[in-house]
Structures are given as C-alpha cells and as structure tokens.
C-alpha cells in the first residue's frame, strides 16, 4: 500500500528528496514492527 503509490503518475510529497526510498522502507519496517507488537500482545500470533 505505501510503495504502490510512488508507481502512480502524480506528484508526491518526498519525489525529489535523494532519501524518500529509504524513509519510506523505514516507515514500512517500523509499520510492521508494532503491527508485530501489538499482535503479539493481543496474542493473535
């Protein structure tokens, strides 16, 4: 859902900062760490 929209043709917020694919890893693994987190405490995992 995040990297899906940097395929689109529209003009996005980071499109030309040099680090946008890297922030946008980051917020991917952080997402899915407290996803992970939060799973595991509901004990859903």
């Known amino acids: 859902m995040i990297t899906s929209f940097f395929g689109m ?3 996005l917020p980071l499109e030309n ?3 946008a694919y890297f922030l946008v890893i ?3 693994i952080f997402s ?6 939060i799973f595991k405490i509901k ?3």
């Open 9 to 11: 043709n529209l003009k």
């Open 17 to 19: 900062n040099p680090f």
């Open 26 to 28: 980051l917020v991917s």
């Open 32 to 37: 899915m760490i407290i996803l992970f987190i």
């Open 43 to 45: 004990k859903w995992l």
